[in-house]
């Protein structure tokens, strides 16, 4: 089997309309290779279904399962969650060949299927830990984006891959965008701005020490509800919000910048994996600094990333870099962040994957 003129369920904890990470690229991805994709929603209270702007990617509502469904004896978890599955079959008239979730709290006993279906369970956030026992052990194949995830899954089925997150190259295809701001170095962060995890502590600190900065802030969430440090980053002259922006224009921002930055607090590494934006970043080849990520260790050795362990050497490592732009974003670094991620093409990674299937 490979992966190709079939109908794919993709189970996602976060909506369509969510800014663009893994699901909603392996979905349209996917969709190109001539498969029909069947973005399923996180549940609401009613069903629906319609296209969206890409062809053959269908984004779905459904009403959920009651609750306590985990709680309830085997036989009638499996007979609840066949029930669904039927139901979604007759209503989008499309019986499934392959199911791939990202979410183990739905969905979660593949063995309640129908042993025609190819079952995927693919996990990027540790978070994401809430049936993992039977989910993993009733897929037929499981995926994890770092070696964490991955030893996890692996406890209950030995046939576990590695999948570090993937990227959409878009090749030389930029819109014209003007930063705004009138300093001449931008720096960027790029993700929702919800996110409970983002230091803003550390990122005030570096607005205010920069004033000769821009800061472009790319995506939704910008209410501050009764964070005051993040209010204080979102008043400061030199801190710009775009709004959540569509995937196809993410490169064009990317290219006019300077510096990329991710920045999240301690707490981050224990709840989450890699963030998918890295891989982006990466593929725009402009200077990244970040806090400390594990799976990058061996980029930060070969100096085309810079990663710290505290706000103070953040801080140090920030001037260092705009004191040093053209070394930092010199041909040869760029290139060499560019050659880093195209290794993860989407496309690659469907190609990895599909050798796997049956």
Same mark, same amino acid.
């Given at each position: 089997?490979?992966?190709?003129?079939? $109908?794919?369920?993709?189970?996602?904890?976060?909506?369509?309309?969510?800014?663009?990470?893994?699901?909603?690229?392996?979905?349209?991805?996917?969709?190109?290779?001539?498969?029909?994709?069947?973005?399923?929603?996180?549940?609401?209270?009613?069903?629906?279904?319609?296209?969206?702007?890409?062809?053959?990617?269908?984004?779905?509502?459904?009403?959920?399962?009651?609750?306590?469904?985990?709680?309830?004896?085997?036989?009638?978890?499996?007979?609840?969650?066949?029930?669904?599955?039927?139901?979604?079959?007759?209503?989008?008239?499309?019986?499934?060949?392959?199911?791939?979730?990202?979410?183990?709290?739905?969905?979660?006993?593949?063995?309640?299927?129908?042993? $025609?279906?190819?079952?995927?369970?693919?996990?990027?956030?540790?978070?994401?830990?809430? $049936?993992?026992?039977?989910?993993?052990?009733?897929?037929?194949?499981?995926?994890?984006?770092?070696?964490?995830?991955?030893?996890?899954?692996?406890?209950?089925?030995?046939?576990?891959?590695?999948?570090?997150?993937?990227?959409?190259?878009?090749?030389?295809?930029?819109?014209?965008?003007?930063?705004?701001?009138?300093?001449?170095?931008?720096?960027?962060?790029?993700?929702?701005?919800?996110?409970?995890?983002?230091?803003?502590?550390?990122?005030?600190?570096?607005?205010?020490?920069?004033?000769?900065?821009?800061?472009?802030?790319?995506?939704?969430?910008?209410?501050?509800?009764?964070?005051?440090?993040?209010?204080?980053?979102?008043?400061?002259? $030199?801190?710009?919000?775009?709004?959540?922006?569509?995937?196809?224009?993410?490169?064009?921002?990317?290219?006019?910048?300077?510096?990329?930055?991710?920045?999240?607090?301690?707490?981050?590494?224990?709840?989450?994996?890699?963030?998918?934006?890295?891989?982006?970043?990466?593929?725009?080849?402009?200077?990244?600094?970040?806090?400390?990520?594990?799976?990058?260790?061996?980029?930060?050795?070969?100096?085309?990333?810079?990663?710290?362990?505290?706000?103070?050497?953040?801080?140090?490592?920030?001037?260092?870099?705009?004191?040093?732009?053209?070394?930092?974003?010199?041909?040869?670094?760029?290139?060499?962040?560019?050659?880093?991620?195209?290794?993860?093409?989407?496309?690659?990674?469907?190609?990895?994957?599909?050798?796997?299937?049956?």
């Amino acid at each position: 089997m490979d992966f190709g003129n079939k $109908n794919i369920l993709i189970i996602s904890p976060e909506s369509w309309e969510h800014i663009f990470v893994s699901k909603h690229h392996y979905a349209v991805h996917l969709a190109k290779k001539s498969n029909r994709v069947f973005f399923l929603n996180p549940p609401s209270g009613k069903f629906g279904y319609e296209e969206t702007e890409f062809d053959n990617v269908y984004s779905i509502q459904y009403r959920g399962f009651l609750k306590g469904l985990r709680f309830l004896p085997s036989f009638l978890q499996k007979i609840i969650i066949r029930k669904k599955i039927k139901y979604l079959q007759n209503q989008l008239k499309a019986n499934f060949d392959i199911i791939w979730s990202f979410d183990n709290s739905v969905f979660f006993d593949f063995s309640s299927l129908s042993k $025609n279906v190819f079952c995927i369970s693919h996990i990027v956030d540790l978070n994401q830990d809430f $049936n993992t026992k039977i989910a993993a052990r009733t897929a037929d194949l499981c995926i994890g984006v770092n070696q964490k995830i991955v030893n996890r899954l692996r406890k209950h089925n030995s046939n576990t891959i590695l999948i570090p997150h993937g990227v959409q190259i878009f090749g030389n295809k930029f819109d014209e965008i003007d930063l705004a701001g009138k300093n001449r170095i931008k720096a960027i962060y790029m993700g929702n701005l919800s996110m409970p995890h983002i230091d803003w502590e550390l990122l005030l600190q570096i607005v205010l020490t920069h004033p000769f900065v821009d800061f472009i802030l790319i995506g939704g969430g910008k209410n501050t509800n009764s964070n005051t440090v993040k209010s204080n980053v979102l008043e400061k002259s $030199n801190v710009f919000l775009t709004g959540k922006i569509s995937a196809d224009k993410i490169p064009s921002y990317l290219k006019k910048s300077d510096i990329l930055l991710s920045i999240y607090d301690e707490t981050y590494a224990t709840n989450y994996a890699t963030p998918h934006k890295m891989m982006e970043y990466f593929s725009s080849g402009k200077m990244i600094i970040s806090t400390w990520i594990s799976e990058y260790e061996q980029q930060f050795k070969e100096g085309i990333i810079l990663m710290t362990k505290n706000q103070n050497e953040f801080l140090r490592k920030f001037n260092l870099v705009v004191e040093n732009l053209e070394e930092w974003n010199s041909s040869d670094k760029i290139l060499k962040r560019q050659n880093f991620a195209s290794k993860f093409t989407y496309d690659m990674q469907i190609e990895k994957i599909e050798k796997l299937l049956p």
